[in-house]
């Protein structure tokens, strides 16, 4: 078994896999729509479920001692330019492979009954949003990166702007030319690279060291990219449009995998490849986050829908994680990442959340629900469990994500720390707030008296979410000890390249004072 | 007594020559429907051509004392040219038959405006270049008018004749200027007479104006006017035919001249292109967005698309030069598909135009709006389509070259162009269905399907492709 394993090239089957099931989907002949509709749910549902199992694949046979990139495959592409098909994930990657092929059966069962028209359409477009968010975070080489990583915007614009709601054109359009807008400073950025190194691919990238000034043009362009992606504060405003509009499904995709694509551009590209950039504009990048944090934070109280709080919620919590990241210190980084993975548990789930009372009343308004614990006792007991991982409390996932984040920003900058730690308080305020409206309360609205309880369905949907938010809060070793090993290697890297720098300019004042000048 | 001159080299384009002769001859004694049958024959004219282009392939030739040459580049660019009128002529076919105006003289004329084009391509002698620039010319001034009991076909017609003959002049104004100030018309006389000629005023002009008449030919701002009146007033297969063929003709000699004799002018010709280049990206984005004439809109789009492509001639470099090649093989099957979804634009058999018509035809017509989205999406340039390679390698050879504004401005305005490409797609998949198309004709949906599979498939086999444009772009800077 275990050879037959090692010999598969285990992470273009778990990338490519979602295509076969496109090409499935294609086949399926039917003349009445109900039956192609059913077929292709059922077809989606075991390709995506195949695809998270041999994912698992991956996990059970990944090395944590290491910090190499392992499974690694590499094929010419387009060999006159350098630009290889190059696959490999470490530690830092992997778990975010994991987490996009968790969430897809979940998002194919929530669609279950939500989408009606082009049921087929539907499921090719998330099959293919598959491809291209594995893909993503396996490539190796920074062309593929970009492939993958700009890819995504074509299944995502489709599904919003066919199966959004009301304002879906004006939201498709917005997050399409966004993203876009930041994505080819991106691409120009990667040209420049490749001017000066000669090649795309990613490790022999993190090995060359470029000089200051040009480091400084590079990381940002590709902070544009990332900044628009995590999104930081001022260009999130795509992201409530975004969600609000798009289906339920699209949005737990959409917080739970793609606004990690950003967090993780910076972890892979910014800080590896121009620590001295990175250095420089740590507090650009302070500064941002912590206004998303408290800004959003305070925004996210404001708002009447359910869908637009949590969306505001998902940028505040990205602060979190964009300050992690460029504290660079080991608990920060391992911090960040965890607090990615859960917050694509707890936000994809608090998003289905909302579509579960959605499709029962067909509106988003906090103010038309109140009291549903009283009819709806599991989806009470089920969104208190998220709202509580999204507020951060201990035994959930969240917190261990934020205590680390704090600890380790706190060792480097206290105010940062202080500032940022504001966030967990405004956080439990919105949540809190928003759980008290949408679910205690006396039960008066005579249309909210006669929902049902979650379905059979809506129950296997849950549980599994449920379970991963609880294990994540109890036992986080099994999650960090397969990240700490490369970002060990990330923050040493880090911070030898900026004392090779501090030791280099010393050397010149040095020898400007012996020089007498 | 002169030796006859080496035909080898040239046995493509004296085939075809004869080949468009013996379609007139058939034409005129053919009794029962002759133009499905010249079609046909000019079409396999097309492939034969191909065959005795591909063998010339090889080391660079020159024959007719210095008037021709092929090489590996020439090959190309007929290969590129061949396959573009051959799947316009494919799409000519349904089209005329529909409309009711079946004439054989349609693919004869195309067989000899591939000639001219073909001619071009190989001239390696001012003179020769407008003798084979002018013969394209000429038979395009036919097609556009083709239909001439439509007013705004005639239109077309006129408009680009006039400034088709306009931009004629200034080319030949501006190879007389090189002459009288160079002594020589030959290509590789020029190359010798132009070293460190660089403060030879007369020759500049002379350049600039040449530079000018091209620029008309691929429709460049500032001169792209008639472009969308001519788009949308010509025949649908004849715009196909001249969104790709004449284009790429002129793309490539314009390649050819401006790397090979004026080559040690590139510091003056770079900041002429320069501008042209930003000032077609930029309007072909902008410009499009307010279109409601699908024709109309492809006009603005290929303006924009000229403007990609030259980024890699203001590069001046053989990277710079491959890149175009591929952006033109690239563009060539995003742009006849394109055409081909045009022409299966038809409802109760009449072509319509408006690209409201394409109102939610993804509900009654799945395969024609997929064909098309995949088709936009890889015109805005997204990945993993081929247009987004054919983007990709150009901007990098700008990079290379140092021209990182230029490739800013060209990253940038690929935005603003993806606002209206993604139009279309919002019409056809967000918008309520208005009418359901007919069905298409076979081959039209045979040019549709090979195109769109073609622009999704590229990234999984670049290699065969690209092969061959390497060679080209390396057998222009052997020298």
Redesign the interface.
């Known amino acids: 078994m275990n050879g037959f394993v090692e010999n598969l090239p285990l992470l273009s089957v778990v990338t490519f896999t979602p295509l076969l099931g496109v090409l499935l989907l294609l086949t399926i002949r039917a003349d009445d729509p109900e039956i192609v509709a059913r077929n292709s749910r059922w077809v989606t549902l075991w390709v995506t479920l195949g695809t998270f199992l041999a994912s698992l694949l991956i996990w059970t046979n990944f090395d944590s001692s290491t910090a190499d990139f392992q499974f690694v495959e590499k094929a010419a592409?387009?060999?006159?330019?350098g630009i290889d098909y190059h696959m490999g994930v470490d530690g830092i990657s992997m778990l975010f492979v994991i987490l996009s092929t968790f969430l897809m059966p979940i998002c194919v069962l929530a669609s279950w009954d939500a989408i009606k028209t082009?049921v087929r359409?539907y499921m090719i477009a998330f099959l293919v949003l598959e491809t291209m968010m594995v893909g993503m975070f396996c490539a190796l080489d920074m062309?593929l990166f970009?492939?993958?990583f700009?890819?995504v915007?074509?299944p995502m614009?489709?599904i919003i702007?066919?199966w959004g709601g009301a304002r879906?054109?004006y939201a498709?359009?917005k997050f399409?030319?966004y993203t876009?807008?930041g994505s080819?400073?991106l691409?120009?950025a990667i040209?420049?690279m490749?001017?000066v190194a000669g090649t795309t691919d990613i490790p022999t990238l993190m090995a060359t060291e470029f000089p200051f000034q040009m480091q400084f043009w590079l990381w940002l362009g590709l902070f544009a990219s990332f900044a628009v992606k995590v999104p930081m504060w001022p260009v999130h405003t795509w992201l409530p449009d975004a969600h609000v509009e798009a289906p339920t499904a699209g949005s737990v995709i959409l917080a739970g995998v793609l606004l990690k694509m950003g967090a993780y551009g910076f972890l892979r590209f910014s800080i590896p490849m121009l620590p001295l950039a990175s250095e420089y504009f740590t507090p650009l990048v302070y500064g941002l986050s912590i206004v998303a944090v408290i800004y959003t934070s305070l925004v996210a109280l404001a708002q009447e829908d359910m869908k637009k709080l949590i969306a505001y919620s998902s940028v505040a919590h990205m602060g979190f994680v964009t300050v992690g990241i460029f504290a660079a210190t080991q608990q920060a980084v391992q911090g960040a990442i965890y607090q990615m993975l859960s917050h694509g548990v707890v936000s994809g789930a608090l998003f289905l959340c909302v579509g579960v009372v959605y499709d029962r009343l067909h509106t988003r308004e906090i103010g038309r629900y109140g009291g549903l614990v009283h009819n709806m006792p599991k989806y009470a007991f089920v969104f208190m469990l998220m709202m509580m991982g999204s507020v951060g409390l201990p035994g959930t996932s969240g917190f261990v994500g934020e205590f680390l984040i704090l600890t380790g920003v706190f060792q480097v900058n206290t105010w940062v720390a202080l500032l940022t730690a504001t966030g967990v308080i405004l956080g439990a305020t919105y949540m809190l707030y928003l759980y008290r409206r949408v679910i205690y309360g006396e039960l008066v609205k005579e249309d909210l008296k006669g929902m049902l309880d979650l379905s059979r369905r809506e129950i296997i949907i849950f549980a599994p979410l449920c379970v991963v938010v609880m294990w994540m809060g109890v036992y986080p070793m099994s999650f960090l000890v397969v990240m700490e090993a490369s970002v060990t290697k990330l923050v040493t890297d880090y911070h030898a390249a900026l004392d090779a720098q501090t030791v280099a300019s010393g050397l010149v004042d040095g020898v400007r004072m012996a020089l007498g000048r | 007594m002169t030796a006859l001159p080496n035909l080898t080299p040239a046995y493509a384009e004296i085939f075809l020559a004869l080949a468009g002769m013996a379609l007139l001859m058939v034409g005129v004694f053919r009794k029962k429907d002759p133009v499905r049958g010249v079609t046909m024959l000019a079409i396999l004219a097309f492939a034969v051509a191909a065959v005795l282009a591909l063998a010339t392939n090889g080391a660079e030739t020159v024959t007719f004392n210095g008037l021709f040459v092929v090489n590996e580049f020439t090959a190309f660019a007929k290969m590129l040219i061949l396959l573009g009128a051959s799947l316009a002529m494919l799409l000519a076919l349904p089209w005329a038959k529909n409309e009711g105006i079946a004439r054989y003289e349609m693919p004869v004329i195309m067989v000899f405006a591939v000639l001219g084009m073909m001619m071009m391509v190989s001239a390696n002698n001012l003179i020769s270049l407008y003798v084979g620039l002018e013969l394209q010319s000429l038979a395009l001034y036919v097609l556009a008018a083709f239909n001439r009991g439509n007013l705004k076909a005639t239109e077309a017609g006129v408009k680009y004749f006039v400034l088709g003959a306009l931009a004629s002049g200034l080319l030949l104004y501006g190879s007389s200027l090189v002459y009288g100030f160079s002594g020589t018309t030959s290509f590789a006389g020029l190359a010798d007479a132009l070293t460190g000629a660089q403060d030879n005023v007369g020759v500049i002009i002379g350049v600039v104006f040449v530079i000018c008449g091209f620029a008309f030919k691929i429709s460049a701002v500032p001169f792209h006017m008639w472009t969308p009146d001519v788009y949308e007033g010509s025949p649908t297969p004849v715009t196909a035919f001249f969104s790709v063929a004449p284009k790429i003709a002129a793309l490539s000699l314009f390649l050819r001249i401006l790397v090979g004799p004026f080559e040690d002018l590139i510091v003056q010709w770079q900041q002429v292109l320069t501008v042209i280049c930003v000032a077609s990206m930029l309007w072909g984005a902008v410009a499009a967005i307010a279109q409601n004439n699908i024709k109309r809109l492809m006009a603005y789009s290929s303006i924009g698309h000229v403007g990609y492509a030259l980024i890699g001639l203001v590069a001046g470099t053989q990277e710079g030069a491959?890149g175009m090649i591929y952006y033109m093989l690239i563009y060539l099957f995003m742009n006849v598909g394109t055409f081909a979804v045009i022409l299966s634009m038809r409802v109760k058999d009449r072509y319509v135009e408006s690209i409201d018509d394409l109102s939610g035809i993804?509900?009654t017509n799945?395969a024609i709006a997929l064909a098309l989205t995949v088709l936009m999406?890889s015109m805005a340039g997204?990945?993993?389509l081929a247009g987004?390679f054919g983007k990709?390698?150009v901007?990098?050879a700008a990079?290379?070259a140092g021209l990182?504004p230029l490739?800013?401005i060209g990253?940038?305005s690929?935005?603003v162009g993806?606002?209206y490409y993604?139009r279309l797609?919002?019409i056809m998949?967000?918008d309520e269905s208005a009418e359901t198309f007919d069905r298409p004709d076979f081959s039209t949906s045979l040019v549709m399907g090979v195109c769109a599979v073609a622009v999704v498939v590229f990234?999984f086999l670049?290699?065969p492709l690209?092969a061959g444009a390497?060679a080209a772009a390396a057998a222009l800077f052997q020298s």
């Open positions: 592409w387009f060999p006159q330019f082009r359409e062309v970009y492939v993958f700009e890819g915007l074509i614009f489709l702007g066919v879906r054109v498709a359009f399409f030319l876009l807008t080819v400073l691409l120009i040209l420049a490749y001017f | 491959r993804s509900k799945p999406f997204i990945p993993p987004f990709y390698f901007f990098a990079v290379n990182i490739a800013v990253v940038l690929s935005v993806a606002f993604l797609i919002k998949y967000f990234i670049p290699e690209l390497d």
